[in-house]
């Protein structure tokens, strides 16, 4: 109800503030019987962690997730999967000055109307921080979904005003993980680089887009009306910090087109029916179709500026701020394991559904 | 769980299809005395009717709903509110020939992926009638919303190629509802309606865009992890039949932005705390912060063409098939009232949500 | 949320009025593929049907069930089963010298308590004739049950201060259905009808208790902390109008014995584990262990009494009233079908979340 | 879905094994504001623990809660109130043997039918360790309920076949916290003590009763079809470990009354409406009445004995088992502030619920 569970069968719930103990969650609805590979999660953190590169903010958080309950001889056992993160390298004292200041275009004002009070070191709970847990979540769910052969990768389509302009088929995704900015395409990841490094001596920010491609998924995965396979991958990726649009297959692009030239005829291939295009994005009616599924996240640039900026305090009085704390030019980088994540926490959960939807 | 359930504390169940018996659903969680006007219901539910004009589908459908429970002396008694309406001009023959067969981009191969066997008939419960169960949940809303002074609406920014470019502030929407195509400006009406006429003709359809604004919201709703206000209204919009993208405030253009233009720096106008520019969409950390909420929602072409298709058989042979049944060219235009609809919902939900929210 | 909606994954959403246009439901979640038996349906609503005997209501309601939606050619589609039934011999006049008093322990005083208005006619929401819609509910549950040989049967066991002082091993139950008060031992079902007859006479109302046994039950369903299966059960019986308690195996005679008395040895038969006694009722830490479920279901006497009581008005002022309508002196046999229903939609339920709990 | 959550909207979602790591659990709903008196949920903790007396387990946890976020300057901020209590006295060694043996009447088959593994240190999560988590949750529930002059006792009314054969009315409950049962009564107390400490010498086990009350709850809380107060209450004691039954008001007594007997007539009091008996248990139709709710909840005796008993392992062979571990003889004194826990779980909840139920 208030917001902080993720998912129906394959559940996810998280705590925890950006400079409070610590954080974490709890996994409920994981099947017995999963290897849980420590390794995996521990490295699906580190893709996310601050302090990677120069591109990435500066604060040192080693990340160490600790498992609490639910593992045991190396394999789920069917009951709750409780981790915590430990915040080590907190300075709620950089955020003081802004007890009483509404940064712009961040939570604090919105918290105040809501809750009537709220913690305001280093954005409490509205801080990106709390995303940590949900790669740990999504890790999980990514050793179910590996299982049956379904593999989450993401990548950087666009940064400011670089774009890759190519489909993900014309790319080569193992090339991701080594480029600064999580873009596959040498030449757009060097430019993205440049892009990031001069808004940074300007102390401004940028933001970007995040592609993801769903391969090997099973059809009939979804459900038909509001909870679309769509519909839920959107609510995930709407839910991340900074997000602003997503879409799927076709896209916006889609509302320019005709029916004659985006429809996806029907063929048999070595005996499976298949698709000739795939503008659907491989999911029809909201159910998947055994196509790939893939789709695209767009990130507002990062509120948080080293300039200064005019704004207001509770009073509703006049003042000026400069940001303080440690922060990304540009999230996208970071985000694409938390993109990952949430597409997988998504997808777990509707391999469970569909184990209960016929006889 | 299977998906027919729409909302947490507001909450809209529905069922039926598209040539059965009724359709209909159960609001549960609408708050004792509420006055229940039925005539308005209607009203909204005429906006969406098939039939309105020479440019929408001609099935014939009076679309009256019948209310069972929940409302007593006119108000609403706390109880569940159930209704049906009553399918009346049925024309299941016209789809015994599809009952094998896989209709391109619709949703008939990932239903007998999903559950084994379906309701052909018309797309049985994957077929748009579905959503005038949406329009009345939605009517029921709108009334709760009124008496907090909430105002929704919806209007259409691009039919196919034909563009509305000018932003909600430079429009009288006023005008939505005497135009065809619901388009509030009448030069872009009138060719938005050429483009339609024209794609008839061909036996071709179209895609489009809806453009959604809601003034009056207090600050404070949603909720701020993973059902972010934002999020909500993003499931629920890729939730509605034919769907592709969202995007509120900047949207995708954000991505291209650089955190100094795109920050909403705050002021204090007339003693109350507001924002100079609405980037933001009226949302900040997935709360509202009671500047007006705006968002677009791409649709797809209709999927149903008045021209021969290639596709396949259910044992994978190939087949042609041309369009049966009774089909709109562009869905934009009577998908108005669903966004509404939809966005209603998630509004009444949330302003319930805020109550419990502090002491 | 508001309390209307039963199960997790198997759920039964119900609305109705008792003398508004009808009562019904949409149940949610049940798999595709499983045969509908009509007339088993309509079998069930009858055994609980008012007018059976000049020992229950005289009220005459057909009580005839209309599926709407979610079957097709006698199958299960996967997606909501909605039904009606008509309220046909309505008397809300019978009802408008109770709009403004409180019937004593009824559940008038509370509903205008709880908001702040309410539908009086015939207990508008809080009679009983609701259990109709969960009667179809659980017989639709009862078609899933039978397939994996489970097998629901209650009975009645005690009626005012007659006892049926018998296990149920020592009873043949298929005696049940002719027994006009559900005690399938002759000689106590001959004086539970003499009791009620008398009490009759008097203007008087008599309580009893429901005994319901399950079996055919296999190993492993229920969930193990706060969804125990007998917390389930319990819960199930506790939401039927008038019951006041619940036990389940050794119940509270459980509180006086020792451990060595009460352990449960188990030995393997035929290759099989089982138990040498059943005292934990076929369920340990909250599942299953495959041996025979057994509970027993209290109620209180009906609160409608047919000689004069005294109580209030809205105000507060002191009136008299006799009761008018029409009702039952002894619930209890009629609802045996209400408690056998309530308990198959906890074992559907759980049979479907078993499906998700391993590898 | 997976059992591990209880409640709607003030939700308690636990974790933990016995001899794992830590237990805890995320307390999510709780409204901003609440003052929140650290030392009182210790305090909670700390009558519930093990070691407290001679007559309970000697198992030594400190149970030192460490609330980890949710809480700033003393007040919940309305995110997430995650917790841990850490294991400190584990034995897992105790356990070795049983690992491949099933313990009579404990949920070692059932956990294996259920999941095909099972953490078998000390019961794994099916111990009732599990309970101080809840404690700490029902701690903060009573915080809130504080507010609203709501308190919620609970005490011990039958050890065995000692029968504490008083009412509430005539106790004075202030003395359950300095008897080693927890029962009021002096006499009584010392009689349950003897009991239990001759069963201990024997290594055998007792059962027990324990009767709970709940004053200052205003009318009109619960919900009044599947969510009524008392199935609420009656679900929430039935997941406590070793209940067996429950019943409110007059309860299984209730079934031998006469309605004339029975009705709570209504009266005017201090202008106030009120009843002159209250066998409803301060419920009316699933919803609060304002007068007291009272209820009992049995507990079978402790499973693991201290003598030798005959069992199998998980190959069906016979084997012989003697209790090891630390365990009570009898869990109803410390089971005191769990039922009081659960209950003040349920009543936060409603009180919630009820802020939504009308305008």
Same mark, same amino acid.
Not at 249 to 253: A, D, E, L, R, V
């Given at each position: 109800m208030a917001g902080n569970t993720f998912g129906q069968i394959f559940r996810l719930t998280t705590f925890g503030e950006s400079h409070g103990k610590a954080i974490g969650g709890i996994i409920d &609805?994981? +099947?017995? &019987?999963l290897e849980i590979d420590l390794d995996f999660v521990q490295h699906e953190l580190d893709r996310r962690r +601050? &302090?990677?590169?120069?591109?990435?903010? +500066?604060?040192?958080?080693?990340?160490k997730v600790e498992f609490l309950s639910g593992i045991f001889v190396g394999k789920s056992t069917g009951v709750p999967i409780a981790f915590i993160i430990r915040n080590k390298d907190q300075r709620p004292e950089d955020y003081n000055e802004i007890a009483n200041i509404y940064r712009p275009s961040h939570a604090d004002f919105t918290y105040d109307q809501k809750y *009537?009070?709220?913690?305001y070191r280093g954005g409490g709970r509205s801080s990106s921080r709390e995303t940590a847990s949900w790669v740990v979540g999504g890790a999980i769910s990514k050793l179910l979904l590996k299982m049956e052969n379904i593999i989450i990768t993401a990548y950087v389509d666009q940064v400011g005003t670089i774009f890759l302009e190519k489909n993900y088929h014309e790319l080569d995704l193992s090339n991701t993980e080594s480029s600064l900015v999580r873009c596959p395409d040498p030449k757009s990841s060097r430019e993205m680089e440049k892009y990031i490094e001069e808004l940074k001596k300007k102390g401004d920010t940028a933001g970007g887009v995040i592609r993801c491609v769903i391969t090997g998924i099973p059809a009939g995965l979804g459900e038909p009306v509001f909870d679309k396979l769509h519909a839920e991958l959107g609510k995930a990726m709407l839910g991340i910090n900074a997000v602003k649009g997503f879409e799927y &297959?076709? *896209?916006?692009?889609a509302a320019g087109m005709k029916g004659s030239e985006h429809n996806d005829i029907f063929k048999t291939e070595a005996g499976r029916i298949t698709t000739v295009t795939n503008y659907s994005g491989g999911i029809q009616g909201g159910i998947s179709n055994g196509q790939d599924i893939y789709f695209r996240v767009a990130f507002k640039p990062v509120a948080t500026l080293m300039s200064s900026q005019e704004t207001v305090d509770k009073e509703g009085n006049p003042v000026t701020i400069t940001g303080k704390g440690r922060h990304d030019v540009c999230v996208v980088p970071r985000a694409v394991p938390i993109v990952e994540a949430m597409a997988a926490l998504v997808i777990a959960d509707h391999l469970l559904l569909a184990k209960v939807s016929k006889l």
């Open positions: &609805g994981c +099947p017995a &019987g +601050p &302090g990677q590169s120069t591109l990435t903010s +500066p604060r040192q958080e080693e990340d *009537g009070r709220r913690d &297959g076709s *896209g916006f692009k």
